[in-house]
């Protein structure tokens, strides 16, 4: 069942983030969908925040991908699959699934298999000029 929610600004977008990521752990994979301009790099910045991480969280789509480092040591992976050219598996990105990581993929739909069992998926819709359409589904 799928839980969904209307921010309606930025801070929503981040506090949004920032309660999912209350409940995540190690081995957690958070699948992010959305437009362009939707908030997924706003939502992930609250859900670092939250995690603890030490510095914020910035959009990875040049590099592919950002480690942080968050509380009690858990290393936290954000991933943006905007710029993927091939499968994230032909670049190395599924070692990152190896159950001590706790992972943020931005645009995950542009490579389907990448979704591990048990991925957290959240779409992010534009409802408005700054209200956002969250729909988070275990």
Known sequence: MAACTV????????????????????????????????????FVRGAMRAL??????????????????????????HLDFYRLRVRAEERGLLDYLD???????????????FAPRGAI???ISPAGETRRRIRVRP
């Open 121 to 123: 998926a959240v779409r």
């Open 99 to 113: 159950g001590r990581h706790i992972v943020f993929v931005e645009w995950a739909d542009r490579d389907p298999g």
């Open 7 to 42: 921010t309606a600004s930025v801070r929503g977008t981040e506090a949004a983030g920032a309660r999912l990521a209350r409940k995540l752990v190690p081995g957690d994979c958070v699948c992010l969908i959305g437009p362009l301009g939707a908030g997924k790099t706003a």
């Open 52 to 77: 603890g991480a030490k510095r914020p969280a910035q959009s990875p789509t040049f590099v592919l991908a950002r480690e942080y480092e968050g509380r009690r040591r858990i290393p936290i992976v």
